[in-house]
């Protein structure tokens, strides 16, 4: 009996030797805590203890009511979190954690942030390239033996629109006729010279945009200075035209009212125009909000 009672009590110490094993110790700390506000988010810093005592971090904020939770790890004293909303304030609670087997430990000490608000997303503006294709198109002239008007909106700058040199000439200004099934909005033209050559011989020096009702009668809405056609002037980037105001119309006329030289024709390697969409980025991101 004495020997039964001394083996229990053997396997009782044996057992909570074990269960003390699995029981993580308590974690160093981490100390002197900073915030800093990034756009849409913040910036957390920290100090690390001189041991590694620990697994990792746990940051706690609430965000809409619901309280989210971010694990760093023990190696790095700094993190950001994002997706946060400029009209919000919000503090976070760090605290270090010992994670062994099942068992998670706590450090002795938490550290709570100041109140940070982040900083609002910007407003952006993008210029959309709008959908032009041939069978949308008018040109006056065209040339008959190289230069087809299809090649302006081919998505290909290494080909070319020519207006008539060898027969049929007209005096300027040549144009570009667009005609849209509904009345569509328009801030920016663009074009590209036409590539592989050095002469600056029919690149549009002055040029006019055109708006009309029924595509027959037309009425100026811009024209522009006289412009650079030199070699200098970036031959192979695309040349835009920001309008003065956005334009609304079914119908729409480029005029190439003078060209460099004496000559009377118009050549390009690329026609485009664009819409221009603005963007508040905050307020999309107040649209996506998701509280989880």
Wanted: net charge positive; aromatic share 10%.
């Amino acid at each position: 009996m004495k020997k039964l009672i001394i083996y229990l009590l053997f396997a009782t110490l044996a057992i909570s030797c074990s269960k003390e094993k699995d029981i993580a110790p308590i974690p160093s700390n981490i100390s002197t805590l900073s915030t800093k506000p990034i756009v849409g988010g913040a910036l957390l810093k920290w100090t690390l203890p001189k041991d590694s005592n620990f697994t990792y971090v746990e940051i706690k904020y609430q965000s809409g009511g619901i309280t989210k939770v971010v694990n760093v790890s023990k190696y790095t004293d700094s993190v950001q979190i994002s997706g946060l909303l400029n009209k919000n304030e919000y503090t976070f609670e760090l605290q270090t954690v010992h994670h062994h087997k099942q068992s998670k430990t706590y450090g002795t000490e938490s550290l709570k942030s100041t109140s940070v608000r982040p900083i609002k997303r910007p407003i952006v503006t993008q210029f959309n390239k709008i959908d032009i294709r041939d069978n949308m198109t008018e040109t006056f002239t065209q040339e008959t033996t190289e230069g087809p008007k299809s090649n302006l909106v081919d998505n290909n700058i290494a080909t070319y629109w020519h207006t008539a040199w060898s027969s049929g000439v007209a005096p300027l200004p040549h144009w570009i006729k667009v005609n849209y099934n509904e009345p569509t909005k328009v801030d920016r033209i663009g074009y590209f010279w036409r590539q592989g050559r050095n002469s600056p011989a029919g690149r549009p020096e002055i040029i006019g945009v055109e708006t009309s009702e029924d595509g027959t009668t037309w009425k100026r809405e811009w024209t522009s200075e006289v412009l650079d056609v030199t070699n200098t002037n970036s031959p192979t980037l695309e040349k835009t035209f920001d309008l003065p105001t956005q334009l609304q119309s079914k119908f729409y006329r480029v005029m190439f009212i003078q060209v460099n030289g004496t000559t009377n024709y118009v050549n390009l390697g690329e026609f485009r125009m664009y819409v221009k969409v603005v963007t508040d980025l905050e307020l999309e991101a107040e649209k996506n909000y998701v509280m989880n």
